[in-house]
């Protein structure tokens, strides 16, 4: 007699998160049902995660949920740097408070920077968790094919060669009740799934311990030199004992640069403690210099800065994404943009497998693409955390200085005197070691990937400018498509729009007729969601009025390129081949892992 359960679903999406949710969106516009559980009775309270990158703000352009992160999210004109500031009042000199000590360009410098320009339609944008969330919660749940339940969790799970049964309690309730479905997303921070699945985690560093303060406070009459600033990084000299690493001070909206109502302080000490508040804004005030600034606790959290990875993300039909198979430090905003993406990778496979497109072999390359994604974001993320030390010297502050003796090196940056020029210079050669904080292009936008689901063309990977700085744009398979604007009918379009709703694009040259024809009828036959298009110059589909396309599009007007629904170039032929038919099959049957199937 067959097992009954109280709920049957494709997709069981544990976690209510970044990753939680964009998988869900993902899968219902990819025609796949799915739930979504999460202990949590709402999304997050406090603002963590902010920095979303050009790449996540692609995927949710996808979504369809972008014009709603950039309308709350700060504008440009105020996340173009990170400020370095004196204290911002107090003892010091009068002439001395709230001067920006030196800056530097962050994510584009406000979608300024030419190599950020080119790269993407998309600029970053500024919008924490605390209210990304809740966008992200209203879209999915716009979808009849997702169920959304908050306050529910899970708490235990089995699975076997068919699927996963899991045991979900109610929380307001008090109540369990079993789902069974053919995947299992872990979603959950790590809370649950990876241990019930058997996953282990690889690698945990330990790098510092942080108290961050969610405040309210007016702080507009303080930062007249910092309106342009992503958050502010702040020395007070006049209390030389929190001058060891500084406060990091970021606007969290809802208005932004001096007149954000919300902030949160970031600091590190000895003898910080979450659990005494009175003792938090002490500390607060007297790391800002502000003694008598009116302000507001919202909350207050003690977090370590670390780093993992587990071993696999996948174990049968479990898939962990996000905090669940990765942490980073914060430095460079890589947390939540990798959670994004994970789901961007592995929503098109299980939707291909589910709908019979594509074998199982396919879910495997999942942890063969994201896995050293993610080892590349590890890696530079403890580097840049590593270099945004050394601020202290860099400035000839001291804990171990009085207020005096600080206040006389900080002067050198804005008073001509001995030694000034040298001062100067050795804070601007510090700062270029933030370049690998915050101008990380080529790991957040430019990561490839090598596996069966990616068909080689031979050529040699090209070696890299800087591998954390610098995104070469390239059509060699594994990479993503390159940004192009390019025109039809009046209108301009970004050419990567053409994989816009889970679709492959084969996107041929000037006379790649036979290209395009191969891959409409291959498409029919296979029942693949495609569009095919010509693109160059001349009687074409695409006109590429900027030759942006024609500069990285690595192909003869006989050749064509084959791009996956996430964007990854798939396969690649520079010219015209006997048999377009034979190769894009072949193509496809590697790619989607159907031979054998």
Known sequence: MAQKYDVEVPVLIVGGGGAGLTSSILLSRLGIESLLVTRYPGTTHVPRAHILNQRSMEIFADMGVDSRIRAKSSPQKNMSRIGFLSGLAGEGPENGHGRRIGSIEAWGGGYTDPDYTAASPQATANLSLLRTEPILKEHAEQYPHAAIRFHHELVNLEQDVDGVTATILDRGTGETYTVRSSYLLGADGGRTVGQLAGIE?????????????????????????????VFHWIFNPDFPQHLGWGAVLVPEGPEWGR????????????????????????????????????????????????GYLADDFRAGRVFMLGDAAHKVPPAGGLGLNAAVQDAYNLCWKLAAVLHGRAGDALLDTYTAERRPANQGNLDTAMRAAA?????????????????????????????DGPGAVERRHAFSQWLGNLTSVFRQHNTDFGYTYDSPAIVSDGTPAPAPLDDIRLYQPSTRPGHPLPHA??????????????????????????????????????????????????????EVDFVDTRLAWAKQRGISATGAVLVRPDGHVAFRSAASVDNPAAALSAAFDQILHTVGE
Do not use: C
């Open 485 to 538: 604007w390019v025109e039809r009918a009046g209108e301009r379009t970004a050419l990567r729009e053409l994989i816009h709703g889970g679709h492959f694009a084969l996107i041929a040259g000037e006379n790649g007729h036979d290209w395009v024809e191969a891959a409409t009828k291959i498409a029919e036959q296979r029942n693949l969601p495609l569009r095919a298009a010509r693109v160059g110059l001349g």
């Open 201 to 229: 985690i690889a690698g945990a560093q330990k790098i510092m311990t942080l108290t961050s303060l969610y405040v309210s406070m007016d702080l507009s009459p303080y930062l007249a030199e910092a309106e342009d600033s």
């Open 259 to 306: 007149n954000s109502k919300e902030w949160v302080l970031h600091v590190t000490g000895e003898g910080m403690d979450a659990s005494q508040p009175e003792k938090m804004l002490q500390w607060a005030r007297e790391a800002l210099g502000l003694p008598d600034v009116d302000i507001e606790i919202l909350n207050i959290a003690t977090w370590d800065m670390a």
């Open 387 to 415: 270099s945004q030390a050394g601020a202290t010297e860099a400035m000839g502050l001291s804990p171990d200085k009085s207020a005096e003796e600080n206040w006389a090196a900080l002067r050198l940056f804005w008073e």
